[in-house]
């Protein structure tokens, strides 16, 4: 698994305009971070997406949860046990 997941990861970094990636696991453990993504992060990152998920309209499905900033915007969702976000350039 660990060298799928780095694969993902890297291919994912190489898109345009992403400048980070991270993947956590459902207890908010760091499965792997490349670029600006702070491993110390991830429990937080699991748990907005965890939050989102309580939310949706079905309560079961994972919604993509955006967070925007002036120099970067963070996309987090989770898919199976894996909750990934991408950490692209802020676009105007």
Avoid: F, W
């Amino acid at each position: 698994m660990e060298s799928s997941l780095e694969k993902h990861l890297d291919d994912t970094m190489n898109v345009h305009g992403v400048v980070g990636v991270l993947a956590a696991d459902q207890q908010g453990l760091c499965l792997g971070a490349k670029g600006n993504a702070q491993v110390k992060s991830a429990g937080a990152i699991s748990g907005l997406s965890e939050a989102a998920k309580q939310i949706s309209t079905d309560g079961q499905t994972s919604p993509v949860v955006c967070i925007e900033s002036d120099t970067c915007n963070v996309l987090i969702k989770s898919h199976d046990t894996v909750t990934m976000a991408i950490y692209k350039v802020a676009s105007y």
